[in-house]
């Protein structure tokens, strides 16, 4: 919930994350999608009138909105700051042979994780097709609603021609899980990069990547989603996001026999395309190439990294990238946990060369994490024991290790630190500070071990007794492992 209590330090710590930016300013946009926006300015306005050098409640704000909407907010509060979850809000309709609605409905599942509740929703249903001028996919209906409870009918789209692609909440006004119909998914596979405006092609990636995670979608065609639409996202964040996506359902989502022989190559291959089909110098260009780096590679795409490392893009096909200490260090890392550097370790010869070419705090933390990064058991041991064991070490010496222990690629020799884990963490919780103990918690949780085994070594270790915050952080990373056996499986089937 955005709303917790917050009895010490480490709940503050815990509770302010992402759940607390992203759905706390979603859940604005949604209040103000409720009452609508004039009413939402006018009701502040009031609000700030009233309280001007006093002190205000959360209900003040609730009764000034309601005054100036009209709108019952009594409930409002409940259902939007003190329940987890999300809503998975679905299109569920019949059409005519001419293509048209006789029936459409909204329906809602239970908050989840969480209780299960439905909530009331503020948002719009659009319908879109083809453009004759252009070819594009654009919005050619718009319907705004309430949707509550576990189904709504829109009499208001009876009639109304189906299209290509239904999209649920569109316009993005509120806090939802949004699934495609199975005509919608199909356009979306085909045709995503025809989406002419960005929200609505946004709100398709994000369906298209909740339905991925949740074992709706294969993570194969997710991962030949990404590979056929990023070019169209011309925002650079837009695209990086999407690649870790894919990098994520690769690694953690498709069958691993498949992304081993056939997912990572490809996504490697397209990758590198891509980077070579940018403007020389771009953004986007180098955001490719820095998606190469943290991907499996094959020993052509070793060929190419280790290219630019003599600081000859060119060479390669990339005229115009830049080859900056960040990116160096980047494809240091890779070659490193490809163990084409540095692989007779513990040593480090090569990456200690790095570090003397850039002497700076983050040279220093870059070198720890490629050195982490390798793949042999004598690295992993060494870095484990550093982190686990040292506590004079520094906070983002400590995070850089633990960024580089875990690779794509790398189960094999990760394997033995699945049961280490759940032995260690009690120790590091206790004798480490909030900040270093949530990074090695996290950022080691055996994310590589999806298995029942695993599961069965989490539900042991939270069997115990525990401190509140150090169980919710577990409970976190064993539900991203059961999420992951789920969608291997339907993947694989």
């Known amino acids: 919930p955005v709303a917790a209590d917050i009895p010490d330090l480490h709940a503050v710590e815990v509770n302010f994350d992402g759940i607390t930016y992203a759905k706390g300013a979603s859940v604005l946009k949604q209040l103000v999608a409720y009452v609508g926006l004039e009413h939402f300015l006018a009701g502040l306005r009031d609000y700030f009138r009233a309280h001007a050098f006093n002190n205000a409640t959360f209900d003040d704000l609730l009764g000034a909105l309601e005054k100036a909407s009209g709108r019952d907010l009594s409930d409002w509060g409940r259902q939007w700051l003190k329940t987890t979850g999300l809503n998975t809000l679905r299109a569920d309709f019949d059409v005519d042979d001419a293509g048209r609605f006789t029936r459409f409905a909204v329906t809602q599942g239970g908050a989840a994780p969480g209780a299960g509740e439905t909530r009331v929703h503020r948002l719009a249903v659009g319908v879109y097709d083809d453009d004759p001028m252009t070819g594009k996919l654009v919005r050619v209906h718009r319907e705004e609603l309430d949707v509550s409870g576990s189904v709504t009918d829109v009499p208001a789209l009876q009639g109304v021609s189906r299209g290509k692609l239904i999209l649920v909440n569109d316009d993005d006004l509120t806090y939802c899980s949004l699934r495609l119909d199975d005509d919608s998914l199909r356009t979306a596979l085909r045709r995503i990069a025809d989406i002419a405006e960005p929200l609505p092609r946004t709100l398709v990636w994000s369906a298209a990547w909740e339905m991925t995670r949740d074992a709706e979608l294969k993570a194969r065609d997710f991962v030949a989603l990404v590979m056929s639409g990023v070019q169209a996202e011309t925002e650079v964040g837009v695209a990086q996001r999407l690649l870790l996506q894919a990098q994520t359902a690769l690694n953690s989502y498709a069958e691993p026999g498949w992304a081993r022989s056939n997912g990572w190559p490809a996504f490697a291959d397209r990758l590198l395309d891509l980077a070579r089909e940018s403007a020389p110098g771009s953004d986007?260009?180098?955001?490719?190439?820095?998606?190469?780096?943290?991907?499996?590679?094959?020993?052509?795409?070793?060929?190419?990294?280790?290219?630019?490392?003599?600081?000859?893009?060119?060479?390669?096909?990339?005229?115009?990238?830049?080859?900056?200490?960040?990116?160096?260090?980047?494809?240091?890392?890779?070659?490193?946990?490809?163990?084409?550097?540095?692989?007779?370790?513990?040593?480090?010869?090569?990456?200690?060369?790095?570090?003397?070419?850039?002497?700076?705090?983050?040279?220093?933390?870059?070198?720890?994490?490629?050195?982490?990064?390798?793949?042999?058991?004598?690295?992993?041991?060494?870095?484990?024991?550093?982190?686990?064991?040292?506590?004079?070490?520094?906070?983002?010496?400590?995070?850089?290790?633990?960024?580089?222990?875990?690779?794509?690629?790398?189960?094999?020799?990760?394997?033995?630190?699945?049961?280490?884990?759940?032995?260690?963490?009690?120790?590091?919780?206790?004798?480490?500070?909030?900040?270093?103990?949530?990074?090695?918690?996290?950022?080691?949780?055996?994310?590589?071990?999806?298995?029942?085994?695993?599961?069965?070594?989490?539900?042991?270790?939270?069997?115990?007794?525990?401190?509140?915050?150090?169980?919710?952080?577990?409970?976190?990373?064993?539900?991203?492992?059961?999420?992951?056996?789920?969608?291997?499986a339907f993947d694989a089937g």
């Open 284 to 488: 986007h260009q180098l955001a490719f190439v820095n998606a190469l780096c943290t991907s499996v590679l094959s020993r052509n795409h070793v060929a190419v990294l280790a290219t630019l490392l003599d600081n000859e893009p060119a060479a390669v096909n990339l005229p115009g990238l830049v080859i900056d200490a960040d990116l160096r260090w980047r494809i240091v890392t890779a070659l490193a946990a490809s163990g084409d550097i540095d692989a007779d370790g513990p040593p480090t010869p090569f990456i200690d060369a790095e570090a003397q070419r850039d002497p700076t705090a983050a040279g220093k933390r870059h070198a720890a994490a490629a050195a982490a990064a390798r793949p042999q058991a004598g690295v992993k041991e060494q870095a484990w024991e550093q982190v686990i064991e040292d506590d004079t070490l520094a906070n983002i010496t400590t995070r850089s290790i633990v960024g580089g222990f875990v690779q794509p690629g790398q189960r094999e020799v990760l394997a033995p630190f699945t049961a280490r884990y759940f032995a260690a963490i009690p120790g590091v919780w206790e004798r480490r500070s909030s900040e270093v103990a949530q990074t090695v918690v996290i950022g080691l949780y055996p994310s590589w071990d999806i298995s029942e085994d695993a599961l069965r070594a989490a539900d042991r270790f939270l069997g115990g007794q525990l401190p509140p915050a150090l169980r919710r952080l577990v409970v976190e990373g064993r539900a991203g492992v059961e999420r992951s056996l789920k969608a291997r």
